[in-house]
């Protein structure tokens, strides 16, 4: 090699116009301004995908608090429909209650009207009776009636299930950039100039001599030129899945039932009684 840099460099410069070696310097640092460029577009390209991926987190971030936000006017809207089947079932109640409590004062007042059978002797004896009847009739809330008919309302409770959403879990998905340390061995290279002084192999002249020759030769080395390329790993989707299933519910519902018992009446002994006993006076 530093043979054919003696000899062949010398030819080649000799061989050369201006023109020629301004044209070979001229083509170099075309090449330099072409790798330049490939470098810049590079960055530019790692800038674009960079901010393409910035973009794409801030959409993904919107798109989940916009359906944070459709859940949670979904739940405000089971929630408030819950409510308003808990009034309903509650004034249900309340209805029922205030039918109960009007059947149950009515009855009261028809047990503790005072008697009346159009005869003195039997009024008078009613009426020693009347306190302790009353005083019954309002304990026991049984109703005695000389209407024709007589209505007794029935209650009965009905069971309202509704649905409401609740919150069971989170989750949460981030993402985070981590940085791994790698290394890779690259083979390098590196030239010198070495001048050196030799006697000669002959004495005959192969060259012009006795003339003034530059010669300049450069020292080159290579160094790692390091850059990267992001490419798509793999990919996380996060999604929902919605199931179904049946669950019963058990509670316990009031209603009203009617017992109908059937007595023989005392009061006719004793009226006969006081009836002989009038005969007798």
Request: net charge negative.
């Amino acid at each position: 090699m530093r043979d054919e840099k003696k000899e062949l460099l010398p030819a080649v410069l000799k061989a050369l116009s201006d023109e020629e070696a301004q044209a070979v310097v001229e083509n170099i640092e075309a090449g330099k301004a072409e790798i330049e460029q490939a470098r810049r577009a590079e960055a530019e390209k790692r800038r674009a995908e960079a901010r393409q991926e910035r973009e794409q987190a801030e959409r993904e971030a919107a798109e989940e608090k916009e359906a944070a936000d459709r859940e949670e006017q979904a739940r405000e809207a089971t929630r408030e429909t819950a409510q308003e089947v808990a009034r309903a079932g509650q004034a249900a109640i309340e209805s029922a209650s205030q039918a109960s409590r009007a059947a149950a004062e009515g009855a009261q007042r028809v047990a503790t009207a005072s008697l009346s059978t159009g005869s003195a002797l039997w009024d008078t004896m009613f009426g020693m009776w009347g306190v302790p009847m009353r005083q019954a009739v309002a304990r026991t809330q049984n109703v005695q009636s000389n209407e024709q008919e007589e209505v007794i309302p029935l209650a009965e409770e009905t069971l309202i299930v509704g649905k409401q959403t609740i919150e069971n879990s989170r989750t949460t998905v981030r993402r985070f950039v981590v940085e791994t340390p790698v290394e890779e061995q690259v083979s390098l290279s590196e030239e010198r100039v070495v001048v050196e002084r030799r006697r000669p192999i002959t004495d005959a002249s192969t060259g012009e001599t006795l003339t003034e020759l530059t010669v300049e030769m450069i020292e080159s080395s290579e160094v790692p030129v390091v850059g990267k390329r992001v490419a798509i790993r793999e990919e996380v989707v996060v999604r929902r899945e919605r199931t179904k299933r049946v669950e019963t519910v058990r509670d316990t519902v009031r209603r009203d039932e009617i017992e109908i018992a059937r007595s023989k009446s005392e009061a006719r002994p004793n009226r006969r009684r006081a009836a002989i006993a009038s005969s007798r006076g």
